[in-house]
RNA sequence: GCGCGGUUAGCUCAGCGGUAGAGCAAUUCGUUUACACCGAAUGGGUCGGGGGUUCGAUCCCCUCACCGCGCACCA
């Protein structure tokens, strides 16, 4: 017998830490790859190292600690695998700010130095989101905790960057990238956001070079970037400027003779018909550029500031691109060549880390052949291969595998994974994974011993998390891990790192692996706060996660999570229904007491199949209905499903009703009672099965509770998932139906006539049949318990002034003469014979047309047949009622 | 412009061919041997509008409206 009784109420905070250590002690956690059971993995998406936990996480990161440690209960080897990002940019960013405090900056330190302090920031800080995680619950194998920057990972990521290179999958282009003016480094399409803002749309004219003193207008909403323009562009078949095609323009201000040229780009209908073409500045007028060979003038700098070329104008030099557009509409205007203001709406590229715009610039980078890669990835969903939950987010990750551009891989910046290529004196490349293989080539290319220098730039972070599924295990090397958990079984994620992440998985596990990463993708909402905004700390409705764990404890927060969690619909969250959730946890802890204070604790050897009494051979029927649907809904990722069905059961059945019906076995002389052991068994059984199933969601509470109910050899995190046997039982449910309709029924009878909660009444009990009188009988206690009775006794006739109402065939009369409101009770009998009025309407259409009675189910014919009857049993019933009021 | 999702009780949301559900909120009662972070009960809905399919539609189809989101475009 455990020696503490359990508080009062229940305290997270008390019980929490000491549990989680239990589990790191306990080991219980790790995988195991020598050992035989069929795996079950999860890549967990590593974190951002410089992140802190937010409730995408906390919504993320408890599905999936739920799936794991459900899977595991179910005698998997559950390998949920850790880990961080490297985060380049926004890693970076950090350090320097750190930097900047103290009056330095990177540049100042040198690469070498700054990666030092990058590295001494990740020892010192970059942990917290795993220290929050663990405050979470969550619990995955810590020992394989892995980093996008660790050796192993690295020494991946230069093993593929070299074989894709080799494939040409992997090259240097000149193009346009997304340049941030502010972080001076290339970044990928995807990080770019568009702002809808007001702007100018100005229409300038550019003289036509000739005799004549002609102009063709442009229009732009960015004025600046026409000191880098090399042509103007009309559409091929315009007739208002077919005789211009093939002559030339001044342009204003520098003085260069651009073409105007014929291109099917411009659209006639659009502004003057006529575009300027800046191809260094402009995606669109790129592609122009190079159809038509046109010179590409890159007008900035790095920083966005005007370059110091020849063809502009010196007093324009180092002008940043705001100062530039002012200038040349001022200049513009002073030359007459600013021929209309249009206000317009325009979005505009921002970068999403440093918040400024982007300005399309002409650089050298690498790029991965991502349309070639994305073929198989696009298969294999095709085929079912790898399954998305929802499904129709297969729609969107079709969309754009299937338009995918060229991906930018290349990073200006000092923190990642340096590009593994070096450079000879000529710029002659040599791509190698380490610099002495580089060396030997370049020494064999050039036939003598040469200097090579490394590329300074650095990958994109998402290029060692595309890896991650297949690097964490080991790969290269051939693994135990590898060959046991590649691939996953499932990837938990929200929609917004589709594109970023599970496309590039994909793309490179089976360019890699020869093999999709992992069988099935559960795409999961957005949390977002209460009135559905999106949270973020500008508009200041974050909720912290940490916070709600203080205040409600983890298994209140994992809880609302999971019952959030229904597919398809964002979640809005409110701190109420996080509340509700921790007085669930209560109600179970409340229970557990109720059990410990009554003996009713788990035997060795219960067999649920063996139970004699009716409350307990419907409840353990219904228990196991509970854990069926439990199980259903989580392996159909139907969260939301399994957090009601268990909810449901616990409190709804468990607590409402079964703790109420056997209180009477517990009390004071009923210690001989014939049923009371077995009850006690019963009982304690159940609290077993109910913290059993409820661990995966809750683990905390139920360990604690597990622990404090039963003398155990090990925790519940390593117990076994039930397996039932058949243990429905259609008599014992229908008599518990009854018996709970009965109290019900009577229940309501009295709050509607106000009969006094505390007042005892007689029940009298008018055409019961032989079933009800046993039923009557044998549960006797329960009822005059629960319906505040003081006797029930079968009776032939309905003295004056009687309460009456119907539970299938029996007349339920309360003899309450003393108490009753006549008109009171009229109005209900009235009430109630309209409602059935109704039904037996409705049911009559049904039951006289033909067609119905030919094409309905002949189960759904009875139905209907059968609540027929029940209602004009019930309707005349009432209707007698009423008449014996009136004569009273 | 293309695509996806949503519109069900005051609020947040389940359900999805066969009697409209939950939680919260509201109202009324309640010191009945686990729990007031509780218990009992009550009220509250022509399931966004209109058409269609069906014996039967909240559920399937079409259409409209409004609200989100994603992508594209923006001279």
């Known amino acids: 017998m455990p020696d503490k009784t359990l508080d009062k109420t229940f305290d997270p905070k008390a019980i929490e830490d000491k549990h989680y250590r239990a589990w790191e002690a306990s080991g219980a956690f790790a995988g195991d790859p020598a050992g035989g059971k069929p795996p079950f993995t999860i890549m967990m998406p590593p974190p951002n190292v410089t992140g802190s936990l937010h409730m995408g996480h906390a919504l993320n990161m408890t599905l999936q600690d739920i799936l794991t440690r459900y899977n595991r209960m179910k005698g998997r080897d559950a390998l949920w695998q850790p880990g961080t990002d490297h985060a380049g940019i926004a890693t970076q960013m950090v350090v320097e700010r750190l930097l900047d405090s103290e009056g330095t900056n990177r540049h100042k330190l040198g690469r070498e130095k700054f990666l030092e302090r990058v590295w001494d920031w990740k020892a010192e800080s970059g942990g917290t989101i795993n220290s929050q995680l663990r405050r979470l619950g969550a619990f995955p194998d810590w020992a394989r905790e892995r980093f996008t920057m660790d050796e192993g990972l690295s020494r991946a990521v230069r093993k593929v960057f070299v074989q894709l290179y080799k494939e040409g999958l992997i090259y240097k282009d000149k193009r346009l990238v997304n340049w941030d003016p502010k972080l001076l480094t290339a970044i990928s399409d995807l990080e770019v956001e568009q702002r809808e803002q007001k702007g100018h749309m100005w229409h300038i004219a550019y003289p036509v070079e000739g005799p004549e003193a002609r102009t063709i207008t442009v229009a732009t909403t960015r004025p600046e970037t026409m000191l880098g323009d090399t042509a103007v562009a009309v559409h091929p078949d315009d007739e208002r400027y077919q005789d211009l095609i093939g002559k030339s323009v001044c342009l204003p201000i520098t003085g260069r003779l651009i073409p ?4 099917e780009y411009s659209d006639p209908e659009k502004g003057t018909g006529a575009v300027k073409i800046t191809p260094a500045h402009d995606f669109n007028d790129f592609e122009v550029g190079k159809r038509h060979d046109l010179p590409m003038v890159n007008v900035f700098d790095i920083h966005a500031r005007i370059a110091p070329l020849e063809s502009i104008p010196k ?4 002008l940043d691109r705001y100062e530039a557009r002012k200038a040349v509409l001022r200049e513009l205007e002073e030359l007459d060549c600013l021929v209309k203001i249009e206000d317009v709406k325009n979005s505009l590229p921002y970068g999403d880390r440093s918040g400024v715009v982007i300005e399309p610039f002409l650089t050298d980078q690498w790029y991965v052949d991502a349309a070639t890669l994305a073929k198989p990835a696009i298969e294999t969903v095709e085929t079912g291969e790898t399954v ?12 754009w595998m299937r338009n995918i551009q060229p991906w930018c891989i290349s990073r200006q910046l000092w923190w990642g994974h340096q590009i593994p290529a070096w450079y000879g004196p000529d710029k002659h490349v040599f791509v190698a994974e380490t610099e002495q293989e580089a060396q030997k080539e370049a020494d064999a290319h050039y036939g003598e011993a040469v200097e090579i220098t490394r590329d300074p730039d650095v990958l994109d972070t998402w290029f060692s998390s595309a890896l991650w599924p297949f690097s964490t295990l080991g790969w290269p090397e051939a693994t135990p891990e590898l060959s046991k958990y590649y691939p996953g079984d499932v990837l938990v994620t929200g929609f917004d790192i589709i594109f970023f992440w599970v496309a590039r998985m994909m793309m490179m596990g089976l360019h890699f692996m020869k093999d999709v990463p992992f069988r099935t993708v559960y795409i999961h909402a957005l949390v977002r706060d209460a ?15 940490l916070d709600l764990i203080d205040q409600y404890g983890a298994d209140a927060l994992r809880f609302t999570m999971t019952a959030m969690a229904a597919q398809g619909r964002d979640i809005k969250l409110s701190e109420q229904r996080v509340e509700g959730y921790r007085n669930f946890a209560t109600k179970l802890w409340n229970a557990s007491r109720f059990c410990q204070m009554n003996g009713c604790a788990p035997v060795a050897g219960f067999d649920p199949a063996q139970v004699t009494a009716t409350a307990n051979k419907w409840i353990v029927a219904e228990m196991a209905l509970a854990a069926r649907k439990m199980e259903e809904a989580i392996e159909s990722y139907k969260f939301n499903e399994a957090a009601t069905a268990i909810y449901q059961f616990s409190w709804g059945t468990f607590c409402d009703w079964y703790v109420e019906f056997i209180k009477p076995l517990f009390a004071e002389g009923q210690e001989g009672h014939p049923l009371a052991a077995e009850t006690r068994a019963t009982t304690g059984w159940l609290l077993d099965q109910i913290l059993t199933l409820l661990h995966p969601v809750m683990p905390f509470i139920t360990e604690e509770l597990y622990g404090a109910l039963g003398e155990r050899e090990n925790g519940l995190s390593d117990a076994a998932w039930p397996l039932y046997p058949d243990l429905a039982n259609e008599k014992a449910q229908a008599e518990m139906s009854w018996l709970i309709a009965l ?8 709050t509607d006539m106000n009969i006094p909660a505390g007042a005892k009444i007689d029940l009298f009990v008018k055409d019961a049949g032989q079933e ?3 039923r009557l009988r044998d549960h006797d206690e329960a009822i005059r318990r629960m319906a505040r009775l003081s006797k029930i006794e079968l009776a032939d006739t309905v003295p004056k002034g009687a309460l009456q109402t119907v539970l299938g065939e029996a007349t339920l009369i309360l003899p309450v003469a003393d108490i009753i409101d006549l008109d009171q009770e009229r109005a209900r009998l009235t009430k109630q014979i309209a409602k059935l009025e109704q039904d037996i309407e409705k049911i009559s259409r049904n039951l006289n047309n033909a067609e119905f009675v030919r094409n309905a189910p002949p189960e759904i014919l009875e139905e209907n047949k059968s609540r027929m009857e029940d209602a004009a049993l019930a309707k005349g019933k009432l209707t007698l009622a009423l008449k014996q009021l009136e004569a009273a």
């Open 388 to 399: 998305f939950v929802p499904k129709n987010w297969e729609n969107t990750y079709f969309e």
């Open 772 to 774: 009800t009188q046993n």
């Open 315 to 318: 007093s324009y030099h180092g």
């Open 531 to 545: 009135k559905g905004q999106k949270m973020s700390k500008s508009k200041g409705n974050v909720m912290d996660p």
């Open 743 to 750: 109290i019900s029924e009577i229940r309501s009878v009295r």
């Open 260 to 263: 105007i040229i014929a291109d």
